[in-house]
């Protein structure tokens, strides 16, 4: 059952840490990888028209595009190579980190949690699960002003654990939903679409989902469903 309701308070998140920048390029280094395979591609197009006065100029144009390519795998692999172990974690507490997190940037926010009494454990990382609590939070609350709040809840099921944070700040237009975890698709004030998207590679990481909906009142709901521990 939920346990009581417990009253937070906090503001944004200042800049992030170096390793929040690594996480962040990550959904950069998968559209420079989208870039340069739709170059590669129109390339190779080229080169098969036979244009005699571009060849020099394709060859040289697709010997940078694969210089480029290794880098970008070097980098990704050094950061894999950096996150650390993966561990049993209780997802309860490391959103009470986030939360304390968010009070030490400064003024005041109201969060209301819910949260599921016990541990509610998952498999993961600690600093990408801490990292997707911060981020989430920081979406939401920089969405918020006023009387307005940030609520979030956890719970468990067979299906899996539940993170579920929600807003009544300014709604997004039902089309702009499915975009939302996109770098570039910022829908409303306050948005990070990098931190958005960062979101969403630490779920699918992890063999999660995660989905927004518009909030009933105006907002919206953010849904983060992980797979639980094994043996929970």
């Known amino acids: 059952m939920p346990a009581p309701h417990i009253q937070e308070t906090g503001s944004q998140f200042g800049n992030g840490s ?10 950069l280094t998968h559209e420079f990888n989208n870039l340069l395979n739709n ?7 080229w080169q098969q028209a036979g244009h005699e006065g571009l060849l020099d100029d394709v060859k040289a144009l697709r010997q940078q ?3 480029v390519s290794k880098v970008i795998v070097r980098f990704q692999r050094h950061r894999r190579d950096g996150q650390g172990e993966l561990t049993v974690l209780d997802l309860n507490a490391t959103l009470r980190q986030a939360v304390q997190d968010l009070q030490n940037a400064g003024s005041e926010l109201p969060i209301q949690l819910e949260v599921q009494e016990g541990n509610l454990l ?5 600093v990408d699960m801490l990292r997707l609590c911060r981020f989430l939070l920081g979406n939401a609350v920089r969405a918020v002003s006023g009387e307005k709040i940030v ?6 099921s067979t299906a899996g654990v539940l993170l579920q944070i929600e807003d009544n ?5 039902e089309d702009a939903l499915p975009g939302l975890f996109e770098p570039g698709r910022e829908a ?18 992890y063999q999660g989902s995660i989905r927004a909906t518009q ?3 105006g907002g919206l709901v953010v849904t983060v469903q992980l797979p639980p521990a094994s043996g929970q």
């Open 18 to 27: 170096l390793a929040d920048l690594g996480e962040l390029a990550g959904p």
């Open 151 to 156: 609520l979030v809840r956890t719970s468990s």
């Open 215 to 217: 909030r009933t009142g």
């Open 65 to 67: 595009i694969s210089h």
């Open 122 to 126: 998952v498999r993961g990382k600690d």
């Open 188 to 205: 409303r004030e306050g948005m990070d679409c990098l931190e958005l998207a960062a979101c969403r590679s630490i779920v699918r990481r």
């Open 39 to 45: 170059l590669s591609l129109h390339l190779a197009v």
């Open 169 to 173: 700040g300014p709604d997004i237009p």
